[in-house]
Nanobody, 127 residues
Framework: QVQLVESGGGLVQAGGSLRLSCVVS????????MGWFRQAPGKEREFVAAIRWSGGSTVYDDSVKGRFFISNDNVKNTVYLQMNIVKPQDTGVYHC????????????????????WGQGTQVTVSS
């Protein structure tokens, strides 16, 4: 049974930092991809960042490149999203997701490529 549980969200001032965590239960293997997506009120879910479980590939949306960093800890079965220099437009519910198998780097930004999703954690950035 695959389960994803996010934590670490909260209220942060613009310019501040936050670290999100996603604990993954169930079998994992190096070719899996893990992604972070966010959804703001009234908007569609959008891609933030993704990483291959082996750590060999990372992909970022242009809006967060250079500010957010995705990483994973294979021992703790956890994926992290370090959010720095946050902006009000980063506000939303952040979901982590796991692919069911290998997907290409280009496909890692597509939410339909992910089979498992967490419930999400709210991030609110005040101006």
């Amino acid at each position: 049974q695959v389960q994803l549980v996010e934590s670490g969200g909260g209220l942060v001032q613009a310019g501040g930092s936050l670290r999100l965590s996603c604990v993954v239960s169930g079998r994992t293997f190096s070719s899996l991809s893990m992604g972070w997506f966010r959804q703001a009120p009234g908007k569609e879910r959008e891609f933030v960042a993704a990483i291959r479980w082996s750590g060999g590939s990372t992909v970022y949306d242009d809006s967060v490149k250079g500010r957010f960093f995705i990483s994973n800890d294979n021992v703790k079965n956890t994926v992290y999203l370090q959010m720095n220099i946050v902006k009000p437009q980063d506000t939303g519910v952040y979901h982590c997701a796991r692919s069911s198998g290998y997907i290409t780097d280009r496909a890692m930004a597509q939410h339909r490529m992910y089979a498992y999703w967490g419930q999400g954690t709210q991030v609110t950035v005040s101006s």
